[in-house]
């Protein structure tokens, strides 16, 4: 798949630091504003997608299995449920406990376990929608 | 009354979209515009008359809010409606190279 | 003992994502880990069957207490009706795995099968388990999701055609119900099994209630391939591999849609003797036509299709005749 013209790839330059910085920003403080992980996740991803859109595949040399996303999506859906479990061990020994301290209401550190597991969900959403994308990309490489 | 009677004539209308249509994709988009009715619905209930939006916010006093509640139902739902839509696409594109058309009437493999 | 409760969705779900990961570099991982967590969790069902028999468990995830009245927690709940379907599940995913090691020579993804059916298994676990009706919603689609990837596994033409037409009849199952459990929290604004059927005896004889049953008649009968939705089931048993075709007919459609009809119309809606009519009906149907269906079949796996959709019949007439 060949790449756009060259405005689109400087502007592309431009533009995916800064959405990958909004995307950041909405997921770490998903427990005082609206957003958190579920709707970021597909914000990190479009700032991967666009690069792979504005480049072309040829150039960035995808390879025929999609093996990065994919592991971190694993890895981060294992860390969500090794928080949970860690809740049976820690404190009262109930599943799903928030059981980190909690501080005031309207700080950055406070609500507990909550931003941990905010993250892990952004991570996963992103790497799951990257994979999707990858496949399909690649499937039609493959084909032709 | 008028709203929740409009979020089922657009339900309506997807199912239609899926009875009658003979293009796969369109038979996709007529399932997604059936689940978007049914995320509008499901957001509307939980409107409070002069409510405020549910975030809580140093130095406001508000007493009445929106429920939330039906706002993180439709979150989650949003999200499995993606994997659903994800799921029946990929199977559409590999359709496509093995049997060569769209059209669902030339699909018929499998008889009796 | 209690609080074992949770690794019936735990074990499952770790185990799904943890075999991509390390399957790529240890040869026979996939099988060995999937069959030791059915054995476990076979034996654990078998444990609480015995040990519990008379008395139901209730595990509020979360840990969060009741206030103001109201319970906010999540529940999982387990009496003796879920612990006879939950022995049934894992056994038979058990023998589908032992099944499989032989089966799958001829695939080459053979890890994406073990995490796919993992997934499915916790699903299905999720499902009999919860006692909340979003919860249930969830559960229910990770199981179905996994199930449309597994039809489709060896990526033949007639394998395609057969998923394609199981996802979108199972797709506008699970809008019907959601638009029902919209319902349900637009009458009683609460979400839990128990809290809703306590204030839905204060709604008696109105007539959304009876819209409510029928949708989720509709959208559970789509699940479990009653009669008139019954058109997914001789394409998607017939086109999947073996082990998915047992799990497919004889426990998914079992645990989706009757299971969950049992719970809703015994324990949160109190029955009437309409939707008792209604429903032996449909099963007398479903009991005529698989049968008929079932005679001019040349290809086995599509008779034993039909032969499943007639004993669906069986059970939904005992189901509709318990009540008058």
């Given amino acids: 798949m060949h790449g756009m013209t060259s405005i689109v790839k400087t502007v592309a330059r431009i533009v995916v630091g800064v959405i990958f ?33 504005a480049f072309g595949s040829d150039v960035l040399k995808l390879k025929v299995r999609e093996a990065g996303s994919s592991t971190f999506e694993s890895i981060s859906i294992l860390a969500f449920l090794l928080l949970a479990v860690g809740a049976l061990f820690i404190g009262t020994h109930v599943f799903f406990q928030n059981y980190l301290p909690k501080g005031k209401v309207g700080e950055l550190i406070s609500a507990g376990v909550i931003p941990l597991y905010n993250i892990a969900v952004g991570v996963e ?9 990858l496949a399909l990309v690649i499937y039609k490489e493959e084909v032709k | 009354m008028t709203l929740y009677i409009l979020c089922f004539a657009l339900f309506l209308t997807g199912l239609y979209g899926v009875l009658t249509k003979r293009n796969i994709i369109k038979i996709v988009i007529g399932l997604s515009v059936m689940e978007f009715s049914i995320f509008l619905f499901l957001a509307l209930i939980g409107y409070t008359n002069n409510g405020d939006a549910p975030i809580l916010v140093n130095g406001k006093e508000q007493l009445l809010f929106v429920d939330p509640l039906p706002q993180a139902m439709v979150l989650t739902a949003i ?29 018929n493999q499998l008889k009796g | 003992m209690e609080s074992l409760i949770v690794l019936y969705i735990i074990l499952p779900l770790g185990a799904a994502f943890l075999i991509p990961l390390i399957g790529r570099f240890v040869r026979f991982f996939a099988g060995m ?40 927690a999540i529940y999982l709940v387990l009496d003796g009706f879920s612990g006879i379907i939950l022995v049934m599940i894992n056994l038979v995913a058990f023998f589908a795995v032992v099944y499989s090691f032989s089966y799958l020579q001829k695939y080459t993804a ?52 057969a998923s394609f037409k199981y996802q979108v009849l199972g797709g506008m199952a699970s809008l019907f119900i959601l638009l029902g459990i919209a319902l349900v929290y637009w009458t009683t604004s ?84 309409e939707i008792a009519l209604t429903i032996t009906v449909l099963g007398v149907l479903s009991m005529l036509i698989g049968g ?33």
């Fill in chain 3, 190 to 273: 609460t979400l839990n099994m128990a809290d809703a059927s306590r204030i839905l005896q204060t709604f008696a004889g109105y007539r959304i209630v009876i819209f409510i049953q029928l949708l989720f008649i509709a959208g559970f009968g789509m699940k479990s391939a009653l009669v008139p939705f019954h058109a997914w089931l001789p394409d998607a048993h017939s086109s999947a591999p073996s082990p998915i075709s047992s799990m497919l007919s004889g426990v998914l459609i079992k645990a989706i849609g009757i299971y969950v009809l049992i719970r809703l119309f015994f324990t949160v809606f109190s029955i009437t003797y």
């Fill in chain 1, 125 to 133: 959403v992103a790497a799951a929608l990257v994979t999707i994308f």
């Fill in chain 1, 21 to 53: 910085l909004y995307g950041v920003y909405i997921i770490t403080h998903g427990h005082l504003t609206p957003g958190g992980g579920f709707a970021v996740g597909a914000v990190i991803a479009g700032a991967f997608i666009l690069l792979v859109l």
């Fill in chain 3, 110 to 161: 053979k890890n994406n099968f073990y995490a796919l059916l993992c997934l499915m298994v916790a699903g299905m676990n999720g499902v009999v388990l919860t006692g909340d009706l979003f919860n249930l919603y969830v559960f229910m689609e990770i199981a179905a999701i996994a199930s449309y990837a597994l039809v489709a596994f060896g990526v033949e033409k007639e394998e395609l055609e």
């Fill in chain 3, 33 to 72: 880990i999937s069959a030791l967590v059915f054995l476990g969790l076979t034996a654990l069902s078998i444990v609480y069957i015995s040990a519990y028999h008379s008395e139901t468990i209730r595990y509020a995830v979360g840990g969060w207490q009741v206030t103001n009245g109201i319970p906010i």
């Fill in chain 2, 79 to 107: 999200v499995i409606g993606l994997a659903t839509n994800a799921m029946l696409l990929a199977i559409a594109i590999r359709i496509y190279r093995k049997y060569g058309t769209f059209d669902v009437r030339k699909i």
């Fill in chain 3, 292 to 324: 008929v269906l079932a005679i001019g079949q040349w290809d086995y796996k599509r008779l034993l299709a039909y032969s499943s959709i007639s004993q669906v019949g069986y059970i939904f007439i005992g189901l509709g005749i318990g009540c008058w």
